[in-house]
């Protein structure tokens, strides 16, 4: 019994050993693409999202809210979803003065590894629930409801948000006002 | 038995999809276009030939009695090297059926192949059975994908370029003037739906030839 358990330990420490090491090279071989290709899709989304292209300033997140100077907020948000974390973007308008939020532009998910087809919502913006945001005061954001079979990504993306409409009203930086 | 009947045997005759009906969850959930069910053929394909070889590689050192955790082990490394590989080269098709290239852990047709063959043959029979059970998987997805998306949008080969880059964007082919046709063929009922039917043609075939052989001998 005691040479059995010892078989075993052996073998599988030593593939663990093996699979780590394939592991490790796989890694590091793509780390660099992978996160290049997560960049560019974030940057395709943040170009939808402002309707065009990205203004001529430069990139200049405080605390994950970039002031865009011209009326617009865009801010990052990361919520724990059902089956890991989901990342989103989204802008909001700001009429008047920067601590009065106006309304919300838009929300886009970079990021999510939610159930396919009952969370598919989640990849088309411009239709459903997320199109749904759009134009609506940040302060009804928690008032929606969730879709039906996602409610815990909904009510993630909803929470995600309010916490993060929530800090752009306290980062003025970035510009001369 | 010669390579090329091992081959043959685990492509049709023992076919996990229609004839061991193995790894349905991912064959009805990504077959929803070409592209969809080519990119699962190959993550499949590269997982099963990965696995199964070192399986077969390491058959002598894995004890009997701890084989199914070694074997899951070794799977779950393939596959998430063939993700990581994914994200890095197909990353619009990874953002689409990323998931479903993950599940490909739980595949028991992989599994199964490991457990009842590869773990009991040298590398090269495990080669040609790992290529042919890929390959008969690989044909039950394409079949489905190819009837669904042309009867969902009455094309074929949409966003061919996800897989093959900006070149393929051309091998689009379209049956009339715009998109249209049967929307349920793309859900999940419609999945059911067009996978039951082939697989009662599938099996019709079969006993066809089943009988003509019988003749023949």
């Known amino acids: 019994m005691a040479e059995r358990r010892l078989q075993s330990v052996a073998a599988l420490t030593s593939i663990a050993l093996v699979c780590g090491v394939l592991l490790a090279g796989t890694q590091a071989l793509t780390a660099q693409k992978v996160s290049a290709n997560h960049t560019q899709h974030a940057q395709r989304e943040l170009r939808a999202l402002l309707g065009g292209s990205l203004p001529a300033v430069p990139e200049f997140w405080v605390d994950d809210v970039w002031h865009l100077c011209n009326g617009s907020v865009v801010a990052r948000a990361q919520a724990a979803g059902y089956a890991g974390p989901i990342e989103l973007l989204f802008a909001l308008s700001t009429p008047g003065s920067a601590r009065i939020p106006g309304k919300l532009h838009g929300v886009r998910i970079t990021r999510h590894q939610e159930t396919p087809g009952i969370a598919d919502f989640l990849n088309t913006p411009d239709i459903g629930w997320l199109a749904a945001l759009v134009d609506t005061d940040p302060a009804d954001v928690a008032l929606f409801d969730a879709v039906t079979g996602a409610t815990i990504t909904s009510e993630a993306i909803q929470a995600a948000l309010v916490e993060a409409i929530s800090r752009t009203s306290h980062v003025t930086v970035g510009c001369e006002t | ?217």
């Open chain 2, 1 to 217: 038995m010669s390579l090329a009947t091992t081959f043959t045997e685990s492509a049709f005759r023992a076919n996990p999809a229609w004839s061991q009906l193995l790894g349905l969850c991912p064959l009805l959930a990504v077959s929803n276009s070409v592209v969809n069910a080519l990119g699962l053929a190959l993550a499949s394909g590269f997982v099963a030939v990965g696995a199964n070889v070192s399986i077969s590689a390491a058959r002598r050192l894995i004890p009997e009695f701890a084989r199914l955790p070694c074997f899951v082990l070794i799977i779950a490394t393939f596959t998430t090297c063939a993700v990581l590989l994914m994200e890095a080269f197909a990353f619009e098709l990874y953002l689409r059926v990323s998931l479903f290239v993950q599940i490909i852990v739980t595949n028991c047709m992989i599994l199964g192949r490991a457990e009842a063959f590869a773990s009991k043959h040298g590398i090269a029979q495990t080669v040609s059975d790992a290529l042919g059970t890929a390959s008969g998987f690989a044909i039950a997805l394409l079949v489905l994908g190819a009837t669904r998306e042309l009867l969902a949008t009455g094309g074929l080969f949409a966003r061919m370029d996800l897989l093959f880059g900006p070149a393929a964007h051309s091998w689009h082919w379209q049956l009339g003037a715009t998109p249209d046709g049967l929307l349920l063929a793309a859900l999940p009922p419609g999945a059911f739906l067009v996978a039951g039917l082939l697989l009662a043609c599938a099996k019709v075939l079969l006993r066809r030839f089943a009988a003509r052989e019988q003749r023949v001998e």
